[in-house]
């Protein structure tokens, strides 16, 4: 525990480092809020008019002024108001968060439930033909952009079998959860399938490994049937890799996916950044890459929190 | 009555079709309550042969091509199905390995490995499996077995883990046992014990044994019957006392020859050099290493690893100095300690500046770069030196090459293409080549088969005379260490307790732990003394912070004998 709480603390370092990146980064690139904000009609507003826009959003001020300002307020728990909606960058966050991340949970659990036993599959097969099937469709998955498949799986699930609604109004979860789920599965297999073919690829690699390890044959030598040998024995040890392709693969798509809510028309956190940095929206552009780091060293710290309970040899420092 | 009888039994691993064949028609009896040791060096097909048995061979791409394995003269295991082999396995034939680091499953606890095992055989369940767990490991002799449930395997030591092993084989109450080069892992005091253990089991059981190993003197005391395997098949096989007297085949005599027997010192070099007016050439000072446990940035040590403690010794030109003990002793921390490849935390080393002194490891697979030919190899330290590998570098290699007695044409082949023994001989030359006064041989001839082994130490005597090179010979194995040592130093527990010459020290051991050591040794001549179970461990040379070692008194025995002191307990 106490390691927990000493990797906690080391997150506000890491965050602030964070902090000052993206600050500097969104400014640097050209072009300015306003402008960005009121697009063509922006040339009709008066100096005075325009002033008085940039001073209500706080852009007057020099950088490090705006810095000191943003920081006192993430204390609050304020991070700022968007430029963009004309909301609370927090509110827009917690808004969108919940459909990123059940789309990141629907794309790992079809990533592990497809993954893992057609990973196993090919390593007890090793080098015959089911494997090498197996093999080549990872290859394929993994290097077909998640756009093709968001296509193609729309092609084939909803124009070909209509099994699938094609688009329509997103519909949160909790108004309608069966309608929920049938909206999302086809973007969580979209984004799922590359994740898949990894997890397949490095749980066979790993299996491959540990199938020729000693204590496999010791597991053998006592009776124990080839699937208890796997499953009892083999494969706890073959999670370690692929808990650690999850985490970032998990922590990645956190960070929203662009190309897939697009097509999907899903208001996830993805195209909130993408219109939020085209528009020059700072507030939101902070607030939101603030949230993706958080994000991404808690999926890590779970992650290092799994290995010790998956493997007892490692101990963060509890232990003289 | 005959309880296992395999006849022609051939193996073979490839392709079906394209096999090739690595064992050759082998023929092996076996009666309850009798232990077979099969004798052979590495490629013999004697492992492979054990594991035709159970059929594990079938998982690691091996196929029996003919011949018979009868079980209790019905059941012929050479063509029962898989499902009839499970229940065979871990029931009426057990196996034990020869890593117990790496047998036991890294990420569960032993209480459930071993508890599957009497879920499966028994159908026991709940209390009833630990229960039956902690008998078991009573019954090998584990200390505070109930605890040792729920540990993990890197808890524990090697012995221990050994021992784990066997109580997991005897719980199927297995009537054939095989054990596959149990103790070649462990230590010699270990390795007694272990042998000691499998002897008790047997008496209980009244099992029959297969005993697979390539120490044809380790067997000399618990084997009934002998077989000896060369090139996958059995040269010889006999009543073990018939194989031992009067060995028949000349590759039989040829492995009772190249084995180092321990002989009590009378082996011991007669070449000493010391006292005959040369100086020392490396001086080692009260050498210590210490390593923190438990620390971290910011935060307090919790306890400090005493790994060599005070250690003083000297060499002389054309001398070698035995170091010997068990793992974990700091031999080895003490060998790279003079190198500084683990910063010494105390002490003062002499005569190892510059490049005065350079190593030979144990490994030679893992010690030489696969990608490098053996010119590369050789010119490693010329590079280092920061010269060039001119034309008098090449001479050098030339010339090293011909007395590790490799061919010359050596130079541009790669480490793949050599033999065990060949690649160990690649390292001496590298070690060579920078010009050094002593060679630091750490374990140096452990991994290689005893006949390439002997061939090797003869060589080092060879070179050791032609170079006048000092040797710091560290090693676990006495037999070896009796042939190649002028002095030996004792090392326990990080520090030296007895230190003197080879033939004094071996002859006349006057520590305690000495005595064990010898006493462990296993050897021809002593076959038939019965060795009492000791489960002692070496003790941990943790200590708290600030922890200082008491001073070392010094007893002498004869003109080069000293033995430290033990503090009456």
């Known amino acids: 525990m106490s390691y927990f709480l000493r990797r906690l603390a080391v997150f506000p370092l890491v965050m602030l480092g964070v902090s000052v990146f993206v600050f500097i980064a969104i400014r640097l690139v050209p072009g300015d809020a306003i402008t960005a904000m009121l697009g063509t009609e922006g040339g009709m507003l008066t100096p005075a008019q325009r002033e008085a826009l940039t001073a209500y959003f706080g852009l007057d001020q020099n950088w490090a002024v705006q810095y000191l300002r943003w920081l006192g307020g993430l204390f609050r728990g304020d991070l700022g108001i968007s430029v963009t909606y004309g909301q609370p960058v927090l509110q827009i966050i917690l808004d969108r968060f919940p459909l990123t991340l059940q789309l990141a949970l629907m794309s790992m659990v079809i990533a592990l439930l497809i993954g893992l036993p057609a990973g196993v599959y090919a390593a007890t097969r090793a080098d015959r033909p089911s494997d090498l099937l197996v093999r080549v469709f990872a290859m394929i998955g993994q290097s077909m952009p998640n756009f093709v498949v968001a296509l193609l799986a729309i092609y084939i699930l909803s124009v070909g079998f209509g099994v699938l609604p094609t688009m329509g109004r997103y519909v949160p979860f909790r108004e309608d959860p069966l309608g929920n789920l049938a909206q999302m599965i086809l973007p969580a297999i979209a984004l799922g399938t590359a994740f898949a073919a990894a997890v397949t690829r490095i749980s066979r690699a790993a299996m491959l490994d540990i199938l020729s390890e000693d204590y496999v044959r010791t597991a053998r030598s006592q009776g124990f049937s080839q699937r208890y040998v796997i499953w009892r024995h083999a494969l706890p040890n073959a999670l370690i890799p692929v808990l650690t392709l999850s985490g970032v693969e998990f922590g990645y798509l956190l960070g929203g996916a662009v190309i897939v809510e697009q097509i999907f028309a899903l208001p996830g956190l993805g195209r909130v950044v993408l219109d939020a940095i085209l528009q020059r929206d700072y507030a939101l552009v902070q607030g939101v890459v603030l949230f993706i780091a958080f994000n991404f060293m808690l999926v890590n710290l779970l992650v290092d929190l799994a290995y010790a309970a998956l493997d007892p040899r490692i101990r963060y420092g509890d232990r003289p | ?569």
């Not at chain 2, 063509?79 to 036991?104: D, H, K, V, W």
């Not at chain 2, 005993?211 to 090139?231: N, P, S």
């Open chain 2, 1 to 569: 009555m005959t309880l296992l009888s395999v006849r022609d039994l051939r193996v073979g691993f490839g392709r079906p079709g394209h096999e090739t064949e690595v064992v050759k028609g082998v023929d092996l009896d076996l009666a309850a309550g009798e232990t077979l040791a099969i004798v052979g060096e590495s490629g013999s097909g004697k492992s492979v042969t054990a594991m035709s048995i159970n059929r594990l061979v079938d998982y690691s791409g091996g196929r029996i091509l003919g011949g018979s394995i009868l079980l209790d003269g019905t059941t012929d295991l050479a063509t029962a199905s898989e499902a009839r082999m499970q229940s065979l396995r871990g029931g009426e034939i057990g196996m034990i390995f020869q890593e117990p680091m790496t047998s036991l499953n890294p990420v569960l606890r032993i209480g459930t490995q071993i508890g599957e095992i009497f879920a499966k055989r028994r159908g026991l369940s709940g209390r009833a499996v630990r229960q039956a767990a902690i008998r078991a490991l009573e019954r090998v002799r584990i200390p505070d077995a109930a605890r040792r449930l729920d540990q993990a395997p890197h808890q524990m030591s090697g012995g221990m883990l050994q021992r784990i092993m066997i109580a997991m084989a005897f719980a199927g109450e297995p009537r054939l046992l095989i054990a596959d080069e149990p103790t070649t892992a462990l230590d010699v005091t270990i390795q007694a014990q272990i042998l000691a253990l499998l002897a008790e089991m047997k008496r209980e059981t009244g099992m029959g044994l297969i005993f697979i190993t390539h120490d044809i003197g380790l067997v000399a005391g618990i084997a009934d019957r002998v077989v000896v395997m060369q090139g996958g098949r059995a040269v010889e096989s006999g009543p073990a006392d018939e194989v031992f007297d009067r060995p028949a085949h000349d590759y039989t005599r040829h492995l009772l020859s190249a084995v180092p027997h321990f002989r009590g010192g009378r082996s011991a070099r007669v070449d000493a050099v010391r006292g005959k007016g040369a100086a020392a050439m490396l001086r080692v000072e009260d050498l210590g290493v210490r390593f923190s446990v438990g620390g971290g940035f910011l935060r307090q040590a919790k306890g400090y690893v005493h790994a060599v403690e005070g250690v003083s010794f000297d060499l002389v030109p054309g001398e070698t100095l035995g170091i010997v003990g068990e793992s974990g002793s700091g031999k080895s921390t003490t060998a790279r300690a003079i190198l500084d490849l683990v910063r010494p935390t105390a002490g003062r080393v002499e005569g190892a500046e510059g490049r005065a002194v350079q190593m030979v490891f144990q490994n030679p697979n893992a010690s030489l770069n696969p990608r490098m030919d053996v010119r590369a190899l050789l010119s490693e330290p010329v590079i280092a030196a920061g010269r060039r590998v001119d034309a008098a570098a090449l001479d050098r290699m030339r010339m090293l090459l011909d007395k590790v007695d490799l061919p010359q044409d050596a130079l541009a082949r790669y480490p793949h293409e050599f033999s065990g023994g060949q690649r160990q001989r690649i390292c001496i030359a590298r070690a060579l080549m920078p010009n050094p006064r002593v060679l630091v041989l750490d374990e140096a001839v452990s991994a290689l088969d005893v006949s390439v082994q002997a061939k090797v130490l003869d060589l080092l005597i060879d070179l050791q005379r032609d170079f006048g090179l000092a040797y710091l010979f560290v090693s676990h194995d006495m037999a070896v260490v009796e042939r190649i040592a002028h002095r030996i130093a004792v090392i326990y527990a990080g520090r030296i307790v007895e230190i003197g010459a080879a033939r004094s020290v071996l002859s006349d051991p006057r520590h305690p732990y000495t005595r064990k050591l010898i006493a462990a040794v296993p050897s021809i001549e002593r076959r038939h003394v019965d060795f009492a179970l000791d489960t002692d461990e070496v003790p941990s040379t943790l200590r708290p912070g600030g922890w200082q070692a008491p001073p070392q008194s010094w007893q002498d025995h004869g003109p080069d004998h000293r033995v430290a002191v033990e503090p009456a307990a």
